[in-house]
Each structure stands twice: as structure tokens, then as C-alpha cells.
């Protein structure tokens, strides 16, 4: 296959071959940012105050009356990483089911917000909690008794998923 030469205004020009300018300007950029105020966050005794649209470590609604999660399913079926496992109760309260059994492996976790967005009821949200130890593999897979959180603690989370959605 005979291939022309580049047209005259594909051609790189002689500053442009020898990357001076382009050298020069990352320079620039590189001095200028050397004379700004840094930006350093003491951790751990300084603590970062994440906005409501940051996505921590999942976790269910507890209300007044109970949780709010009806053991639908959607959540581990959304899930990428296969990190969520729920097995249904039945009641014979006004919500019908409920989660027997709902664990969320931190290891798997991908923190990509999927559950939170599939669920019909907001019973599974993205909270703030960013600081997350685990000592041993069981210690990662958290049960539904560390996964409820008091909903007056979710309500900017909340309150950012409606204004959202």
C-alpha cells in the first residue's frame, strides 16, 4: 500500500519536533503550583467531614418502627462483586417480609452505590463511614446487626438521594 507523504499541515514544525514549548509549559504549570498554599489534612487527628454525595460503606435504614428493608433482593442481584447476600423472613406485620439473614462482604465491596440505587424502599444506603478495620476475613463480612444505623444519622445521605433521583 503506497502511503503519501504527511499534507503540509500535518507536518510538525521545528518547535514542535524538539518539545521545547511543550516542556516549558509543563514547567509552568509545575512552578506555579509550587507557590500555592498546600493542602495537608493531619489524619488521624483531623478528620475529613465527607458531603452528603459521598459513598462510604453500605448500610441498612433503621426506623422507629423496625428496618426497612422488605428482603427483595434486587440489592445482591445488582451487585457486581457478589458482595451482598439476603434470605427472606415472612411476618405477619403490614411489611410482610424482612431480611432473615443480609450480609455485605467489605472484601468484595466496590463501594459503586448499585444497591443503593436499585432499592425500592432506600433501605440500603452509602454512608460516610470511611474508616473501616477488619482483623481477620470473618470480621470483613458484616451482619445486619452492624449493618443498621439509626435513620436521624442517614437523613442528609436521604435527603441527597430524593433531591437526586
Same mark, same amino acid.
Given at each position: ?31 506555579? +503550583? ?14 475529613? +467531614? ?8 453500605? $448500610? ?7 428496618? %426497612?428493608? $422488605? ?6 442481584? $445488582? ?13 405477619? %406485620?403490614?411489611?410482610? %417480609? ?9 472484601? %468484595? ?45 442517614? +437523613? ?10
Amino acid at each position: 500500500m503506497n502511503r503519501k507523504p504527511n499534507s503540509p499541515d500535518e507536518r510538525m514544525t521545528f518547535w514542535e519536533k524538539i518539545y521545547i514549548p511543550e516542556i516549558a509549559k509543563g514547567l509552568g504549570l509545575t512552578f506555579s +503550583q509550587m507557590f500555592k498554599p498546600k493542602f495537608t489534612r493531619q489524619y488521624p487527628e483531623e478528620k475529613m +467531614q465527607p458531603s452528603a454525595s459521598y459513598r462510604g460503606r453500605p $448500610v441498612l435504614v433503621l426506623e422507629e418502627d423496625g428496618e %426497612r428493608c $422488605v428482603a427483595c433482593g434486587l440489592c445482591s442481584r $445488582v451487585c457486581p462483586a457478589l458482595a451482598i447476600e439476603v434470605q427472606a423472613g415472612e411476618t405477619d %406485620r403490614v411489611q410482610e %417480609r424482612f431480611p432473615k439473614l443480609f450480609e455485605i462482604n467489605m472484601l %468484595r465491596c466496590i463501594f459503586c452505590g448499585f444497591c443503593e440505587e436499585v432499592c425500592p424502599e432506600e433501605a440500603i444506603v452509602m454512608s460516610k463511614d470511611y474508616e473501616m478495620i477488619f482483623t481477620s476475613k470473618e470480621d470483613a463480612i458484616l451482619g445486619k446487626e452492624k449493618l443498621l444505623v439509626p435513620i436521624s444519622e442517614l +437523613q442528609p445521605r436521604l435527603e441527597w438521594l430524593r433531591q437526586y433521583k
